[in-house]
C-alpha cells in the first residue's frame, strides 16, 4: 500500500455522565495530524442524565461528530451501537477518559498497511501520575502488555479504549458480547484469537488515560474485572473453547515488585502495595461472581 494511504476511521466513544473528560477528549481529537476529511467521531451516550448536546455541538465545525443514545446498558453494547452507525473502513475505539495523542490515527494506520484485517492496538500511558491508584492500575496494564502481548500469545488482549479493527470483520464477529459490563475486550480478542486472526502492536498510537480513581474506585474497578474474568472463563467453558491457565507463582512475585523496580521509596512500595491489592480485590470479584452463579 502507498505510504499516503489514509483509510477512513470511525472513532467510537462510549460515555456515561462524563461530560467534562467528554469535552477534554474531543478536544484532543481535532488535533489528529490525520485529514478531518477521512475520519468521523461517533459518541455514544449509554443513558446518561446530563444532556450532552452542548459539547457536541461545539465541535461540529471542526470535525465530523454524531451524537447517538441508547438507555443504559454498559459501554459493549454502546460501542456495537456505534459502529452499527459507522461510514469508516476501520473502527478505532477510544473511552471518555483518554486523550489520544496526536498521531494516533496515522500510527493505526501505519499497522493496517501491515497487515489490512489485524486488530491493531496501542499504547495507553497513565495521565494522571500524582494519583497512586490510577498509577498502579496503569503498572498492572503495562505489566500484563509486557507478559502477554496479544501478538503472541493466546488469551493476551488489548484494552479497548485504544484499539482499532476492519468494520467489516468486527461485525462478521457479532462485535462485543453485550452481556459483559467488564472484560468485552477480553472476549473479543479471544474469540477473534480462536478463528485465526491477526493482531499488530501498534506503540506509537498512544491514549493518555486520565481515568481519577479513588481507594474506593480502585477496589471496586479490579473487583469487577475479577467479576467479568469469570464471566469470560464460563464463555470458554459454554463455547468447549480452551480456558487460560493460571500464571506460575513467580509472575504474580515479579508483579508485585514491578511498583518498587518503577519508583524507589516510599512511593515505590505504596505501588507495590496497591499491585498486591489489585489481585486480592480481583480473586474476591472472581469469587463472589462465583458465588452468584452458583445460586441462580
Not at 82 to 96: M, N, R, V, W
Not at 157 to 178: C, H, I, K, S, T
Request: glycine share 8%.
Amino acid at each position: 500500500m502507498s505510504n499516503c494511504w489514509t483509510p477512513y476511521f470511525s472513532v467510537v466513544i462510549p460515555t456515561y455522565r462524563r461530560p467534562t473528560p467528554l469535552s477534554n477528549l474531543l478536544s484532543s481529537l481535532t488535533r489528529l495530524r490525520y485529514r478531518h476529511s477521512r475520519f468521523e467521531v461517533i459518541v455514544v451516550d449509554d443513558g446518561g442524565d446530563i444532556p450532552l448536546e452542548p459539547i457536541i455541538f461545539k465541535f461540529h465545525d471542526q470535525m465530523n461528530v454524531t451524537l447517538l443514545r441508547q438507555e443504559n446498558s454498559g459501554p459493549a453494547m454502546a460501542r456495537n451501537y456505534g459502529a452499527s452507525q459507522a461510514k469508516g473502513e476501520y473502527l478505532a475505539f477510544a473511552d471518555d477518559d483518554c486523550l489520544p495523542d496526536p498521531n494516533w490515527l496515522q500510527a493505526l494506520a501505519h499497522g493496517f498497511r501491515e497487515s489490512p484485517y489485524c486488530i491493531c492496538g496501542g499504547k495507553t500511558v497513565n495521565a494522571l501520575i500524582e494519583n497512586h491508584y490510577s498509577t498502579a492500575s496503569q503498572l498492572l496494564v503495562d505489566y500484563l502488555y509486557e507478559h502477554y502481548n496479544p501478538t503472541q500469545k493466546i488469551g493476551a488482549f488489548f484494552l479497548a479504549n485504544n484499539f482499532a479493527v476492519a468494520r467489516e470483520r468486527f461485525q462478521e464477529m457479532g462485535g462485543f458480547d453485550p452481556t459483559l459490563r467488564f472484560g468485552e475486550d477480553r472476549d473479543f480478542c479471544y474469540r477473534w484469537r480462536s478463528r485465526g486472526y491477526s493482531f499488530v502492536f501498534a506503540p506509537d498510537a498512544v491514549v493518555y488515560h486520565a481515568h481519577s480513581l479513588t481507594l474506593f474506585s480502585f477496589l471496586r474497578l479490579h473487583f469487577l474485572y475479577g467479576g467479568g474474568n469469570f464471566q469470560f472463563l464460563q464463555r470458554c467453558g459454554a463455547q468447549g473453547t480452551r480456558a487460560i491457565r493460571l500464571s506460575p507463582p513467580s509472575w504474580y512475585i515479579e508483579l508485585m515488585f514491578s511498583g518498587i523496580k518503577k519508583e524507589r521509596g516510599l512511593r515505590g512500595l505504596l505501588l507495590t502495595f496497591l499491585l498486591m491489592t489489585t489481585q486480592g480485590a480481583y480473586a474476591a470479584g472472581l469469587f463472589w461472581e462465583a458465588v452468584k452463579n452458583r445460586r441462580l
